[in-house]
């Protein structure tokens, strides 16, 4: 038997703007995870069972884009087990691996907590060890990014980049990875409006909007930049109290971005009521979550305002 996990993730600061050059910042949560679970099997083929989405089928019984199925036919082709990418092997070849392969989640599809690239990472992972093909994290984080873009078209990377290094991460498109340090450790209220939110959507009405006015929206992409380089500074000093207005500003421009939703904003205000130092959606938007500066003391308070006014769940992460 071969295990393996992954975390989860969110967005600190740089959202949307990321994906036109601007940095972001992000970080993972490990108190949501993927985990996957490989056995050899006595049944020929791959059987894939994921009790969290009500799927139990042979590999081959599903279609070549199933987030699932991409993920196993790439590696197959990628380790030379399958003879091409996203086509299952004839069940004649010998090389064909038997396995029983079981996936379990606790980060809520589509939230903005990188359910997604969770399960790619922990599901390559355990495919690379079981199947003696030893990949880097470099290579893992590379083969999760094609996954990320066959199902959200243009994305930026940062969900793979941080749930494959599970480190805050600092991010810009096209430039080498920065881990960055956290001076002092800070708390986040993560809330979940529990609505269902494709980043695709939102990253394609962003690409419209910018592609209709491109000198507007660079303008205020470079807003969203200069907010998350100043926030990395205030975290590597330390100065984790003022990231609060950061998140605010950033927020409003995410607004104006015309990705945030009436539960998002309801969820936002009702965390600064309670006491949040900032607060600000988190990921694709449109639904999903948000997530709020607090201090220790004042989670729990925060947490139970954000399920009154309408989360679905929330999680306390420190940062650090």
Request: glycine share 8%; proline share 6%.
């Amino acid at each position: 038997m071969t295990t393996a996990s992954a975390p989860g993730k969110i967005i600190l600061f740089g959202e949307h703007a990321v994906v036109y050059g601007r940095p972001a910042l992000a970080i993972p949560v490990t108190q949501v995870h993927a985990d996957v679970e490989i056995r050899d099997s006595d049944s020929t083929g791959i059987l894939i069972h994921a009790p969290g989405i009500r799927l139990h089928a042979d590999l081959n019984s599903l279609p070549s884009d199933h987030p699932v199925a991409a993920v196993v036919h790439n590696f197959l082709f990628l380790s030379r087990v399958s003879p091409s990418p996203l086509t299952p092997l004839p069940k004649s070849e010998g090389k064909f691996p038997n396995l029983n392969i079981t996936i379990s989640s606790t980060i809520p599809v589509a939230s903005g907590l990188g359910s997604g690239a969770a399960v790619t990472v922990a599901l390559v992972r355990a495919l690379s060890a079981h199947l003696n093909h030893p990949m880097k994290d470099e290579e893992v984080n590379a083969f999760a990014y094609d996954i990320e873009k066959l199902h959200h078209g243009t994305p930026s990377g940062i969900d793979n980049t941080v749930v494959t290094y599970a480190k805050p991460v600092c991010f810009i498109k096209t430039q080498p990875i920065e881990v960055f340090n956290v001076h002092k450790p800070f708390t986040i209220v993560i809330g979940d409006t529990g609505i269902s939110a494709p980043t695709k959507e939102s990253v394609a009405d962003v690409r419209k909007l910018w592609e209709a006015d491109q000198e507007k929206w660079e303008s205020v992409f470079d807003e969203v930049g200069e907010i998350a380089k100043q926030a990395k500074e205030r975290i590597e000093t330390g100065d984790w109290k003022l990231l609060g207005g950061l998140m605010d500003q950033n927020h409003a421009l995410l607004q104006e971005m015309t990705v945030s939703s009436p539960e998002l904003d309801a969820l936002v205000e009702a965390a600064r009521k309670a006491g949040a130092a900032g607060a600000k959606l988190s990921g694709g938007g449109r639904g999903g979550s948000m997530i709020a500066l607090a201090q220790p003391e004042k989670a729990d308070d925060i947490s139970s305002a954000l399920i009154s006014a309408g989360a679905k769940n929330t999680i306390v992460t420190q940062v650090s």
